[in-house]
């Protein structure tokens, strides 16, 4: 089967330097072990991963900057950064911005790769992640969000997310452990 799947890891490499940046790290930690169940099918199909972070403001830098300053002991995201760290064939997409679209080389990327369905995981459900969406839904992507691949600041912002994604962009919410890659794929 041709890579025509694409798995979105949007905001897991986070400083996590914010107010109320604790609760985030808290809700993060029980969703790295999914994604990383994602990234190693992913892998095994031949399909990309593609990192899809912020900058935080540091416009000089590129990915390998990023990564050794998001993974630095004294950073509060440090750990989940270190757990979830890309490899070096994932694609990584800076952006300046809340939707992995906007002013990014995603759009691009993407019809490149031959991608016409998108798996978006990570942070924040009701920011980031929903902001991605709604762009990918925009350009006709079938999505697949599973519901324990995202995280936000609370459960309730998060099942809110959820729900938006599902009822107005047609995402499939299906928790990771209900399917897998090729089930969604099929």
């Given amino acids: 089967m041709a890579a025509d799947t694409a798995l979105l890891i949007i ?17 993060t930690r029980p969703i790295v072990d999914p994604i990383n169940r994602l990234r190693r099918q992913a892998r095994a199909a031949g399909l990309p ?28 995201g440090a750990e989940i950064a270190h757990a979830i760290m890309p490899e070096a064939d994932d694609y990584f997409v800076i952006k ?17 790769l031959g991608i016409s369905r998108l798996i978006l995981t990570g942070v924040a459900a009701d920011i980031c992640v929903q902001f991605t969406a709604a762009d990918a839904h925009m350009r006709e992507y079938p999505l697949w969000v599973p519901a324990d691949a995202i995280a936000s600041q609370t459960e309730e912002r998060r099942r809110w997310a959820l729900k938006v994604m599902a009822q107005n962009l047609g995402a499939d919410i299906r928790q990771v452990g209900e399917r897998g890659i090729d089930e969604w794929r099929d």
């Fill in 11 to 27: 905001d897991m490499l986070n400083a996590f330097d914010f107010e109320e940046a604790d609760d985030l790290i808290a809700a």
């Fill in 49 to 76: 991963v593609i990192y899809v972070n912020d900058n935080y403001g540091r416009w000089c830098d590129e990915r390998s900057d990023l990564i050794e300053w998001l993974t630095r002991k004294d950073t509060p």
């Fill in 96 to 112: 300046p911005e809340a939707s992995g679209f906007y002013a990014t080389l995603l759009p691009a990327l993407l019809p490149r």
